[in-house]
């Protein structure tokens, strides 16, 4: 099991910015999970859910080309949790975003979206952009 627990999210202007957070239990295991994915995605109502960002145990990162320069995703190993920065938001954003883990590197680019590399899953957090 890894358990994963999102925070943040919510709702925001047009141009404006939110912080989505993952408490996961990847950083604390370290023996067992030297290395490891962990992803964001987001799904929107009649939308298929579609990958965002990803970074590995290695620090490498992947983004879909949609949110490409305006979101970041980081990690903060100590205090284990998984960052979504998301700036210069557009109603486009709004959906709702979930974090995911798997053990071993990435696959695939998080820009293919394959839900299926990812065997654990946060739950999930609304994120509204109004115009």
């Known amino acids: 099991q890894v358990p994963l627990a999102q925070s943040g999210g919510s709702s925001a202007q047009a141009g404006g910015s939110l912080r989505l957070s993952c408490a996961a239990s990847?950083?604390?295991?370290?023996?067992?999970?030297?290395?490891?994915?962990v992803a964001w995605f987001r799904q929107a109502p009649g939308k298929e859910r579609e990958g965002v960002a990803s970074?590995?145990?290695?620090?490498?990162?992947t983004y879909s080309d949609s949110v490409k320069g305006r979101f970041t995703v980081s990690q903060d190993k100590a205090a284990s949790t998984l960052y979504l920065q998301m700036n210069n938001l557009s109603p486009e954003d709004t959906a709702k975003y979930y974090c995911a883990a798997d053990p071993g590197h990435c696959v695939d680019p998080i820009q293919e979206g394959r839900t299926d590399d990812y065997g654990y899953w946060g739950q999930g957090t609304q994120v509204t952009v109004s115009s």
């Open positions: 970074i590995d145990s290695d620090d490498q990162t």
């Open positions: 990847v950083y604390r295991q370290p023996t067992r999970y030297p290395t490891y994915c």
